[in-house]
């Protein structure tokens, strides 16, 4: 028996010996990252991250279908492929450069601050199968990256509801991947990173109120007042074609809503749950809420607005997921429900086409939920929250809150501002008139979305 156990511990050590080397070999993505072993992954959180990642994933898809829903049945497709697209350009970018700028220690700071990551995880070099010493202590570190990578996808996806019906596809390719690069990562290094100047001060974004949907809702108003209305708005109505796919789209949003705010604990653990109940509360509320705006200013309990309140209430918990009750929840759910559906109506009467209100909700929600976050963000529900809300007797987390909205927005719209000039001097940003009248279904795309 001693011999047969020691074949077996040397046959194991072999095995072992042989899997590094193959991890090794297979490149430089396969370097085993800090001082961490497989011995430190928890199976359960790793199953846990696994999952949320996939329900990130599907968000991507269901934004397609919700605003492929609220457009003509000539531009469905063209809104559609904006989204499904940026899964694959995405993705390279993010697997190559992206999460090194985003999460690898940073080469530009101020004050010990960091302002944006190095290229030392280019092409996930030493991102490997062992837990990061930084991120998710409890996972694989290449699980984290591409578990990242599903809110990197997502949030460029987002901006191209201002500009449905009239970009130029191929404009758009370029703008989403410069954008990401320049704006995404550089935001999420800051919010995000260990080093990260917005981390370091003391600003709470749980899951990515400031990083997905202030940049992404900001950065979508500077694209609806560059590129200019669509033939007919205001004057002319822009029906949806299509609410079944917007409302089915706004289902799956909220199902996969939970794996982008649960899953940003990064374990399978009690905050996961403060998380997972507060989001559920606060698209409740938000629907709730901005169908009796309607009903109220409309005589109509509209399905449209239903669902635009159940995604208005997600971006807005966002931030604050993981610090608050489900109390909480309802009462950001209410107030995102409220305010982004006065910050829609606005905009319309001030003629400016944000076609799908990408800044209405995410841009404004997004604002709301930063904010209410120094409101409500708890220490008792969370040890992260060395700050507690305004409700919990603390002043200073609200400040914060505003400074990290303020310094989000001004930078977002600067250098969004600039890389959508660069593009329309050298490709431009619009289709012709005759483009867009026949549909950029069959202009951009040669395909038609319905035969009849």
Known sequence: ???????????????????VAAIVLSGCSGVPSGHKTPEDINFGDTA?????????MLMTPALALFYGGLVHARNVLSVVMHSFIALGIITVLWVTVGYSLAFSPSVLKIGGAGLLGGLDWFGVRAVGMTPSETYATTVPHRLFMIYQCMFAIITPALISGAFAERMKFKTYVVFIAIWSLLVYCP???????????????????FAGGAVVHITSGFTA?????????????????FIPHNLVLTVLGAGLLWFGWFGFNAGSALGSGQIAIVAFVSTHCAAAAGAVAWMLVDWTFKDKPTLLGAASGAVAGLVAVTPAAGFVGPLSGIAIGLVAGVVCSYACTWRARRGIDDALDAFGVHGVGGTIGALLTGVFASPFLNSAVTNPGLLHGGVKLIVLQVVAVVATVIYTVIVSFVILKVLDLTMGLRVTTEEEQMGLDLTQHGESAYTS
């Open 187 to 205: 935001v999420a290094h800051w919010v995000w990173s260990s080093e990260g100047w917005l981390l370091k001060l003391g600003a709470l974004d």
């Open 48 to 56: 846990f991250l696994m999952v949320s990642a996939a329900l990130v």
């Open 221 to 237: 108003l500077v694209c609806a007042l560059l590129i200019k209305p669509r033939r007919g708005f205001p004057h002319q109505p």
């Open 1 to 19: 028996m001693k011999r047969l156990s020691n074949a077996l511990r040397g046959r194991a050590g072999l095995v072992w010996t042989l899997g």
